[in-house]
């Protein structure tokens, strides 16, 4: 669409000063009848015109704004799914899921799809009674009733060339780093 509106014609068919302003007044020479509202016939033309475009830019933006609201729906339907997907397998993490994959779709698989408000640790407390294999042992490891052996405290240099001796034997970065501390005392 142009930026100016277009200016009615006037009763000789020559634009007039602004569409506020018409041509002619009712009665006066040249003027339509009383089924036309006392226009010319070129400005009724003219003023039908406007209307009809007037109504396919209504008709335009309304479907403007309804696809808008549908992708606004849609996003907001995909963030819902995305937060409950992250709040579930936060869940299934924690009650020591063994295979989070696997157990997220168990759990996806019989949800209602009624839009309803779902709890993902009930959910996954369901699904832990269902199938308990697919998480780990729930108990915690218990501290052995035996006192770990005491370190025979030998010199300071048998000390590090023990420690030395054990992280090279094993490879463990944990028994490397022991190693390591004991040398800067």
Do not use: C
Not at 16 to 26: D, E, I, L, V
Not at 86 to 108: I, M, N, P
Not at 117 to 129: G, I
């Amino acid at each position: 669409m142009n930026d100016q509106a277009p200016q009615p014609p006037d009763s000789d068919g020559a634009p007039t000063g602004t569409p506020h302003q018409p041509a002619s007044q009712p009665g006066a020479p040249g003027a339509g009848g009383p089924a036309t509202g006392g226009l010319a016939p070129g400005e009724l033309a003219w003023w039908q015109q406007r209307a009809t475009q007037a109504e396919e830019r209504m008709r335009e933006l309304q479907d403007a704004k309804d696809s808008a609201e549908r992708a606004a729906a849609k996003a907001r339907d995909e963030a819902t799914r995305s937060n409950f997907r992250r709040q579930l397998e936060r869940e299934l993490s924690s009650a020591g899921a063994v295979d989070l994959d696997a157990a997220r779709l168990l759990v996806e698989a019989q949800l209602d799809t009624g839009g309803a408000t779902v709890d993902a640790r009930a959910l996954v407390a369901a699904l832990r009674d269902r199938k308990p294999h697919l998480f780990g042992a729930t108990q915690s490891r218990r501290a052995s009733a035996m006192a770990p052996a005491a370190r025979v405290q030998g010199s300071p240099i048998e000390m590090l060339d023990d420690l030395a001796a054990e992280a090279r034997a094993s490879g463990d970065r944990s028994l490397l780093l022991r190693y390591l501390r004991a040398r800067r005392r």
